[in-house]
C-alpha cells in the first residue's frame, strides 16, 4: 500500500528527498538522442521497482506522442498498457486520470 500520508507530508515540509513507498507515480519524458535514453527506458525501471515506486510511466513525446503505463508487482515493473497519440489514458491507480497523448505537446490545452 503507498503510504499517501507520509507523501503529503514530506511535501508540506518542502523536502527535497521522497522515500519511494512515498511516491505515488514517477512520469518520465523520455530525451531521444540525448544519451539518457537507456537510462530513462532501463536503468530507471530497476531504480525505482528497487525504490518500491508502484508506478513508472515512460512519456515518448517522438515522433508521436507514447505512454507507456509500468506496474509493480513482485519487485519489478510489468508493462500494463501502451497507450498511442488520438487513444486515451485511462486510470484508476494511483489516481483516476484520463487524457490523450497527444495533448502533451500542446500546454494550452486541458488534457
Known sequence: ????????????????MFYGRAVLLVAQVVSRRSGSEQVDRVDKLI???DAGVDHYWIIDLEPRPIVQLHVLESAAYWLDATVHASHRVEVDKPFGISFDPAKLLDPYRSL
Open 1 to 16: 500500500m503507498i503510504d499517501r500520508e507520509a507523501a503529503r507530508t514530506t511535501h508540506e515540509q518542502n523536502a527535497r
Open 47 to 49: 531504480d525505482y521497482a
